[in-house]
């Protein structure tokens, strides 16, 4: 069955390069949003069967990342038209072409129960991506788009030495992850421990962690605004459910207390590098992008402490992917204002867009986990379970590092809204409809926040237990 | 005859670590696929034959003529024919690549059981840090593109160590090859030299904080 949406959605993207005219294109991303709301309907209807074909299978995990996906493109979709509706036609039709076919492959990650196959898509995803990197065709577009492939394609290629190894530690020629997951337990750790390590170092390209993170932030520097929340939300969760799913095979083996150790360092030196870059760019893109490196961090940095805190990540992660994709759309809008992201140049934009401002000081208290943000939850958690295993180190490395990201962050959102502005304005660009749109998002991750729905509690506490 | 084959394919990793031209690199990259290409033929005889002769069909076309093919013409529009003067000397390099080669022995040594053909296994990781050494070394972008195919090469030859019983894997290490080697090989001919009129890495530096 998921066969036929692949088509349906493949299809549809492949069209988009056809495309003569906007309304066109605006007709099949409706049409192909359509199918994946219908789709998104069939799996919480629970009308569909939990495996489709041998290489998909509809967990709990990927059912929940692919309804907060669907949800995320919407608002991407939307708020690209608008960011490139002064585009030729011809870049127009092939960045929602791409937009698409790099959903389509984000999805296919999510529902992937089969390593090979979660291997193949993450690679398409970086063909997709890199296309949309191209878009500007500036110098520096090319130099990223180039940088991404390279690092990308490297990471991937010891990711699959990595799956290799896994294989042959199970002595088995099944590739699913249940059957690894039983058959890996007996399994020689040296070869495990290496498998682990190559897997995560090259996933982590995509994830946007410790060692290939800078790829991440390039890309979202290259990419148009719109685009970076795709990929600092769905693909950043397709990079953490592809190293979860791997994490989560190593549950049953002695060598899982290992796997923690390693996810802990990984995460400390991304939160380390996340807080230190942060000061030291003048870019908001990659601004942001540091930021998402330092949540992911964080995020490691549950897996690797274990109990309360795997499910913290998750949650961490979940509501991350609103407030991200909600400071990405509201940083396209401040493009379309400045022309720009200069942070030591660009400000006053509470009085020239007060909706946009107000949109990035609430995100700005969501991003820095102060309440009512859902990530002061997962914070909380993380750190209190860090307390009852007794390293209270961690705590203390976390509460140093996110006092730097608190300074830094509101300097620089405090900034944008009260310094005096010193790049030219394009006020007619202004469309506050978009700025409401996209706090839409923020205020979906502050009700979750304040209330976790049972349901959302159910579907995390299945996801965690291994 | 096997193992005659891996050897030659070890001489190529060592002398791709200590020449200068590249004219030399695509001609290695050339040999390395037919190295495969034999390798291929006498380690995986035993699969289906539709299988077989996908795999035997990708390394003789893709990996012993198209790629290196696609290297030539890239050294013809470029007009550059030598990696960067300030990069290690021969010596050096030479004495890299026996340290990684060595390194790539002990580690299978220590690593040694029944599950892995070990020879695979050492040549492999031989290969990946070789391609690493020639990405961090050298700094102009051909030879990094270079190391890349060189790590690949080296997957794809692990592959066929575990892929007798799962053939899934080598079709995936065979797409691998194909979506990024052309996707990297096309760009960097049409794109990255046009554009930014250099081969050196040193000048890729526009996206920075």
């Known amino acids: ?466 | 005859m096997l193992l005659s084959l891996i050897i030659l394919y070890v001489i190529t990793l060592i002398y791709i670590s200590i020449v200068e031209r590249f004219r030399n690199y695509a001609s290695i990259i050339a040999v390395q696929g037919w190295i495969l290409l034999g390798i291929a033929l006498l380690r995986l005889h035993s699969l289906d034959w539709l299988e077989l002769s996908f795999i035997i069909t990708e390394t003789l076309i893709f990996k012993a003529v198209i790629v290196p093919a696609i290297l030539m013409r890239v050294i013809k529009n470029t007009h550059i024919n030598r990696v960067a003067t300030t990069g290690s000397s021969q010596f050096n390099s030479l004495m890299l690549s026996i340290a990684a080669l060595t390194v790539s022995a002990l580690l299978t040594y220590c690593v040694a059981d029944q599950t892995i053909n070990m020879v695979f296994f050492g040549v492999a990781l031989y290969a990946l840090l070789t391609g690493l050494i020639l990405i961090v070394l050298r700094s102009r972008i051909f030879t990094h593109m270079v190391g890349f195919l060189v790590i690949e090469n080296g997957v794809f030859l692990f592959s066929m160590a575990i892929g007798v019983e799962m053939p899934i894997l080598i079709n995936a290490a065979i797409l691998l090859d194909i979506l990024i080697s052309v996707l990297m090989l096309g760009m960097f001919m049409t794109r990255v030299d046009k554009h930014i009129h250099t081969d050196d890495s040193d000048s890729l530096t526009h996206v920075k904080d």
């Open chain 1, 1 to 466: 069955m998921i066969y036929i949406f692949f088509i349906i959605w493949l299809t549809i993207g492949a069209s988009a390069f056809l495309a003569r005219s906007r309304r066109t294109i605006h007709m099949l991303c409706a049409t192909y949003l359509t199918a994946h709301a219908m789709f998104a309907g069939l799996l919480i209807g629970g009308k569909y069967l939990s495996t489709s074909g041998s290489f998909f299978s509809f967990d709990e995990a990927g059912t929940l990342f692919y309804l907060l996906l669907v949800v995320v493109a919407i608002f991407i979709f939307i708020h690209s038209e608008a960011y490139l509706k002064r585009d030729d036609i011809g870049n127009y039709r092939r960045y929602f072409a791409l937009l698409m076919l790099l959903t389509t492959a984000i999805t296919g990650v999510y529902f992937a129960n089969n390593i090979a196959v979660t291997w193949i898509l993450l690679e398409t995803t970086t063909l997709c991506g890199a296309g949309i990197l191209y878009y500007r065709r500036s110098e520096a577009a090319i130099e990223a788009t180039w940088k991404y492939l390279f690092v990308c394609s490297t990471g991937i290629a010891i990711a699959y030495l990595g799956i290799l190894l896994l294989c042959a530690a199970a002595s088995n020629s099944s590739l699913n992850y249940e059957d690894l997951q039983m058959l890996i337990i007996n399994g020689n750790p040296l070869y495990l421990k290496a498998a682990f390590l190559l897997v995560l170092t090259g996933y982590s390209c995509k994830m946007e962690i410790f060692p290939l993170y800078t790829i991440g932030v390039d890309a979202n520097f290259a990419a148009p605004a719109p685009a970076s929340a795709l990929l600092s939300t769905g693909l950043v969760n397709a990079g953490f459910l592809a190293i979860f799913r791997v994490y989560k095979l190593f549950a049953h083996t002695p060598l899982m207390a290992w796997v923690q150790n390693v996810m802990l360092i990984i995460g400390i030196v991304s939160l380390v590098v996340g807080a230190l870059f942060l000061r030291r760019t003048n870019n908001y893109k990659r601004f942001l992008s540091y930021s998402t490196v330092e949540n992911m961090g964080i995020v490691a940095i549950g897996l690797g402490i274990g109990g309360v805190g795997v499910w913290a990540a998750v949650f961490h992660v979940i509501c991350h992917s609103f407030i991200k994709s909600s400071l990405f759309l509201h940083i396209a809008i401040v493009r379309q204002v400045y022309d720009g992201y200069r942070i030591n140049r660009i400000g006053d934009y509470i009085n020239i867009n007060k909706v946009g401002a107000i949109g990035l000081i609430v995100g700005m208290v969501a991003i820095l986990a102060f309440p009512p943000s859902p990530l002061f939850i997962s914070e909380l958690m993380i750190m209190s379970e860090a307390l009852a295993s007794g390293a209270w180190w961690i705590i203390a490395i976390m509460v140093v590092l996110l006092c730097i990201v608190i300074f830094t962050v509101c300097h620089r959102f405090i900034k944008l809204c009260y310094q005096p502005n010193q790049d030219e304005l394009h006020l007619s660009n202004i469309d506050r409809k978009l700025s409401y749109s996209a706090i839409t998002l923020l205020l979906a991750a502050l009700v979750l926040g304040l209330w976790q729905p049972e349901i959302l509690t159910n579907i995390i506490d299945k996801i965690v237990t291994f």
